[in-house]
């Protein structure tokens, strides 16, 4: 079985330049992740859906960076315009959204920015 | 929110045992008790959840003490192969919209 697939794996943009990944979940899962993991630090989640709804966006800035997920399988992160700060990598996560604690998410491998 | 703290690094042997502690004063009620392995390059991989008391699969055991404010990630007869940075992850899954927080990670350095 596939696991969770992102793309580009690799990203040098310029600063103010627009950028956008890309996550499929694994197939199935109705619960979807965007974490950003700056160098030497744990995940940060961005946001997270449950099928095709945000439920928890409160960590996003909202300013520059949007995500959609319009039919509740694959997802896109945008950030326009990107900065310095943003160089980080942005990893997706999937799981199968049940109730409860059986919630194990399954990591893509990520998409390393880099804004110069 | 269940701000969580470990040790930034760890050093071991082949062949032992090791322990790694997450601190998390503030868990919520509803929230469980998660541990990742990431190695370089990759995305984090599940090792084992619990929400209290003790939890055992084929690689690890975690243990909760009764007050839920610690946890204790427990890798038996470690090899080469488990140098990675682990980290704990204190979050709801139970309510839509609880928070996820990761802590900010051990780096595992095992040694022949």
């Known amino acids: 079985e596939a696991g969770v697939v992102q793309s580009p794996r690799y990203k040098i943009i310029e600063k103010k330049q627009p950028v956008a990944f890309w996550c499929n979940p694994i197939s199935g899962h109705n619960t979807l992740y965007w974490y950003l993991q700056n160098l030497g630090q744990g995940p940060e989640l961005l946001i997270r859906?449950?099928?095709?709804?945000?439920?928890?966006d409160s960590q996003l800035p909202k300013d520059r960076f949007s995500a959609e997920r319009l039919k509740g399988v694959d997802s896109t992160l945008k950030i326009q315009p990107a900065e310095l700060g943003d160089s980080a990598v942005y990893l997706c996560?999937?799981?199968?959204?049940?109730?409860?604690?059986?919630?194990?998410?399954?990591f893509g491998p990520g998409t390393r920015l880099t804004v110069l | 929110l269940a701000k969580t703290t470990q040790p930034i690094s760890m050093d071991s042997y082949e062949g032992q045992e090791v322990n790694i502690t997450c601190s998390h004063n503030?868990?919520?009620?509803?929230?469980?008790i998660t541990w990742y392995q990431q190695f370089p390059s990759q995305g984090p991989r599940f090792i084992i959840q619990g929400y209290k008391t003790k939890v055992t699969n084929e690689v690890a055991s975690l243990f909760i003490p009764a007050d839920r404010k610690s946890s204790t990630l427990s890798l038996p007869r470690v090899s080469l192969s488990d140098t990675a940075v682990y980290y704990c992850?204190?979050?709801?899954?139970?309510?839509?919209?609880?928070?996820?927080?990761f802590g900010q990670g051990t780096e595992l350095s095992v040694k022949p």
């Open positions: 859906y449950e099928n095709e709804e945000a439920v928890d």
């Open positions: 996560a999937s799981s199968g959204g049940l109730a409860g604690g059986d919630n194990e998410q399954f």
């Open positions: 503030n868990i919520a009620t509803n929230d469980y």
């Open positions: 992850l204190v979050g709801s899954f139970y309510n839509q919209g609880g928070k996820l927080i």
